[in-house]
């Protein structure tokens, strides 16, 4: 079985191409060049991988020679992050490190800067606006680009206990839950101040990345941010992990996997329903985020797809993969020789 890799929210494809619209710029050409068909845009439960989600980060950030995508009243230049991450690397531990990535933010944007502070057994990170709420894109942005380098750094998803946005909920298909996963479960909206809170002693965790590694994550930036350093502690992300182990047609039903998990089917059911899933949403979305990537990787017949996704006919593939995505099979492979090309 390929490993899955994860699929990104269309959601984070609209934001970012609002920061180009704002900019009297046309949206054609990034989505052409990072191969995203435009009928994915209104689409609300299209998926993007993350390479393309990469390619279109990378050519807005180019267009705008803003790295924080217009979302600050004064630009972080291309390059800034380059910077920021080499200016770490020889710090001693992450609470080091992060004192100095907040610094280093506040000299490149106006309208908002971080600060961290340790209370009681928890660190918290919090985001001080100085024109007022932002958008929940800018305040997601600023908290990827910190929190994504510090995980790098150390080498590790580190743990966020709870987290909170000065701004509403996303009235977006499916938003909340992204951010749910990229973040935590406990994630507040409408809340006094924008902050996210992990444990005091992870500040003392040394710094494993040199040099000679940065190259390889530059590559990966910002691909890895959304998908890499998503949410592990929760019950659907172990349920991920155990069903990733197996052929779908190979999946345990209910019952076996309680018993595996030594929960009853009602714990289970609940647990679930507080994180915003059910078992069957999982295994839907981890089949929708497999067929995606086999599609976009592969010139593999899309009926030879659905019978390693264990669909025991074509027909039935393609009509969950409309329930998943509003679009056919054929539509992502369509994308394909954009992505291969760059």
């Not at 269309?10 to 970012?16: D, L, R, S």
């Not at 809340?191 to 000679?212: E, F, H, K, W, Y």
């Not at 390693?308 to 509003?326: D, I």
């Amino acid at each position: 079985m390929k490993p899955e890799r994860g699929t990104i929210s269309i959601h984070f494809v609209q934001e970012a191409l609002r920061c180009v619209r704002e900019r009297g710029l046309g949206v054609d050409g990034f989505l052409q060049r990072a191969g995203i068909p435009a009928a994915f845009v209104d689409e609300p439960l299209a998926r993007v991988s993350p390479a393309q989600f990469g390619a279109l980060w990378r050519d807005i950030a180019r267009a705008l020679d803003d790295e924080f995508f217009g979302l600050d009243s004064h630009p972080a230049r291309q390059g800034t992050y380059v910077l920021m991450c080499h200016s770490v690397l020889d710090c001693d531990n992450l609470g080091h490190a992060l004192k100095r990535i907040l610094r280093f933010m506040r000299l490149v944007l106006d309208d908002m800067h971080g600060s961290l502070e340790v209370e009681g057994d928890q660190a918290v990170l919090r985001l001080h606006d100085r024109q007022g709420p932002q958008r929940l894109f800018a305040y997601a942005t600023f908290l990827i680009m910190v929190y994504g380098l510090a995980c790098w750094l150390t080498g590790r998803r580190l743990q966020l206990i709870e987290g909170a946005f000065r701004c509403p909920e996303s009235d977006a298909s499916g938003a909340s839950a992204e951010y749910r996963v990229l973040f935590c479960e406990a994630l507040q909206f409408d809340a006094p101040q924008t902050r996210l809170c992990l444990p005091a002693s992870d500040l003392q965790l040394p710094i494993v990345q040199n040099a000679g590694t940065l190259q390889a994550f530059f590559k990966g930036v910002p691909d890895n941010f959304l998908v890499k350093y998503r949410n592990p502690k929760s019950l659907a992300a172990r349920i991920r992990r155990r069903l990733r182990e197996q052929p779908p047609a190979q999946w345990p039903d209910l019952a076996v996997l309680c018993g595996e998990l030594h929960l009853t089917e009602a714990t289970l059911r609940r647990r679930l329903r507080e994180e915003g899933h059910s078992y069957q949403s999982l295994k839907d979305d981890l089949r929708r985020d497999m067929a995606i990537t086999r599609l976009q990787d592969s010139r593999r017949p899309i009926e030879a797809i659905a019978t390693e996704l264990g669909f025991a006919e074509p027909a039935a593939f393609y009509r969950a993969f409309r329930k998943w995505t509003g679009a056919r099979p054929s539509d992502y492979r369509d994308a394909l020789p954009s992505v291969a090309s760059r």
